[in-house]
């Protein structure tokens, strides 16, 4: 079953080709959430852990189609872009555990995977649409996020990082 979580976003910037650049209200500008979560390997994983760093954090559904192909997009960026200070995070919020493990084990990425059964942090990042990326910079603080993934999204990642990678 899928989780209905609040509706609506707000759109900053200037859109590009592909999906809008969009964040769930009041998010931008402010500290991510912290959280701990279990990851594929078994580990605990905390947010805060990465300060200092760029965190990419991906959150996807197996049952979001869109999720596989962003996936392998941000597995390729974490590839090119970890030696400069980016760590990618991938979310699940699927609530079936062992399916979501399977489906994760499928994909083969590079970065960690966690997940989020009860959806706990899904809430508190006012998850709207699966899959959704947010951007978070050296201090902390949430600078972007992207709802849903179409061909050439990835374009906008980049800028984005690299963005934040240079300040």
């Known amino acids: 079953m899928r ?3 609040l509706a609506g976003c707000l759109i900053l910037g200037v859109a590009t080709a592909g999906a809008p650049l969009a ?3 009041g998010m931008v500008g402010k500290e991510a ?3 701990v ?3 594929l390997d078994g580990r605990n994983l905390r947010l805060s852990e990465y300060r200092g760093q760029v965190v990419l954090v991906n959150f996807w559904a197996r049952w979001a189609g869109d999720s596989r192909r962003e ?3 941000l597995d390729r960026i974490n590839t090119t872009y970890q030696r ?9 919020v699927d609530e079936d555990l062992r399916r979501a493990q399977e489906y994760a084990v499928a994909m083969r990425v590079s970065y960690p995977i ?5 959806s706990e942090i899904g809430k508190d990042y006012f998850l709207q649409k699966m899959p959704m990326t947010i951007l978070v910079d050296r201090a902390g603080v949430v600078r ?14 980049l800028d984005q990082i690299r963005e934040l990678l240079r300040e």
Do not use: H, N, Q, W
């Not at 400069?84 to 699940?92: H, R, Y």
């Not at 966690?114 to 009860?118: E, M």
């Not at 972007?144 to 990642?157: A, C, H, L, Q």
């Open 23 to 25: 964040a769930a209200p």
């Open 144 to 157: 972007y996020s992207i709802v849903g993934f179409k061909r050439g999204d990835e374009r906008i990642f």
């Open 33 to 35: 959430p912290d959280f």
């Open 37 to 39: 979560l279990r990851g």
């Open 71 to 73: 996936m392998s997009a």
């Open 3 to 5: 989780r209905a979580f």
């Open 114 to 118: 966690l997940f989020d059964t009860g």
């Open 84 to 92: 400069a200070g980016l760590v990618v995070i991938g979310v699940s």
